[in-house]
């Protein structure tokens, strides 16, 4: 039997993490490469090029694509480069890119409806799928995807974001019932109001910053760091029997 230390250990996994460049990915990212994991990145600027450099520098071995993810093609070519750079194999996958576009719901706009779509769901999908393959073929691998508190209370403003994240949280649920038997693990991670640049208008707002900082009993805003934990965990044979789980990162706001 592995020894409790061995359950946790990740080195020499190979990983893919979309939206590495920064925010949560680049948490997640971070973590991995931490941990001794070969790193492959997906973002959508020449940030990711940047990104990779800084973390090469350190002494990790981490590659970088660059992608739109609004656009079909882009997903399955940018998948397949990273594969490629990772010598054909992968372990890991984390569908940690995403967008947000706020408005209320009767006034929201169809281009960014698709957007938000096409970024936060349809591209996860087809990234799963993809990862599926390979996984399901050797017999092991490890899912996690990006879900969101909203996917428990809704939100406002956010009718794209909370429908695109509802959706990652039970396409988790149905690609575990797939593929756990088949020793693939799909988990979620759902973080709560983490301070990056897409949550920072929240952070800075008067009204709204402080009435989120009283319902989080940890007493701060979330950090990309603070999803390195649960990502290690959901990437090792430590949760082995875990499938379709989406566990909160969150300062305990849910519970509160």
């Known amino acids: 039997m592995a020894s409790i230390y061995d359950m946790f250990r990740i080195d020499g996994k190979k990983a893919i993490v979309t939206g590495g460049t920064r925010g949560l990915g680049f948490g997640m990212a971070e973590g991995l490469l931490e941990a001794g994991c070969e790193v492959a990145i997906i973002g959508s600027s020449d940030a990711v090029f940047t990104t990779r450099d800084g973390l090469k520098a350190r002494g990790f071995v981490c590659h970088a694509v660059k992608a739109d993810l609004r656009k079909r093609e882009e997903v399955f070519s940018s998948f397949?480069?990273?594969?490629?750079?990772?010598?054909?194999?992968?372990?890991?996958?984390?569908?940690?890119?995403?967008?947000?576009?706020?408005?209320?719901?009767?006034?929201f706009p169809e281009a960014e409806w698709d957007e938000v779509l096409n970024i936060n769901l349809h591209a996860v999908f087809f990234q799963c799928q993809r990862a599926g393959k390979i996984m399901l073929a050797k017999g092991s691998g490890k899912i996690i995807n990006v879900s969101s508190m909203v996917c428990h209370f809704g939100g406002q403003t956010v009718p794209a974001?909370?429908?695109?994240?509802?959706?990652?949280?039970?396409?988790t649920r149905e690609l575990s019932n797939d593929w756990f038997g088949r020793?693939?693990?799909?988990?979620?991670?759902?973080?709560?109001?983490?301070?990056?640049?897409?949550?920072?208008?929240?952070?800075?707002d008067d009204e709204r910053g402080p009435q989120i900082m009283s319902r989080i009993p940890a007493g701060r805003w979330g950090k990309p760091q603070d999803m390195k934990g649960a990502t290690i965990f959901l990437a090792s044979a430590a949760s082995d029997y875990l499938g379709g789980a989406i566990i909160p990162v969150d300062g305990g706001y849910l519970v509160k």
Do not use: F, W
Request: proline content about 2%; charged content about 15%; aromatic content about 4%.
């Open 80 to 107: 397949d480069a990273c594969v490629d750079a990772l010598g054909g194999d992968l372990d890991i996958l984390c569908t940690a890119a995403g967008i947000q576009r706020r408005h209320s719901a009767e006034v």
């Open 161 to 171: 974001y909370t429908a695109a994240k509802g959706g990652v949280t039970q396409l």
């Open 183 to 204: 020793g693939v693990n799909v988990n979620a991670i759902a973080p709560g109001y983490m301070h990056t640049d897409m949550c920072d208008a929240l952070v800075h």
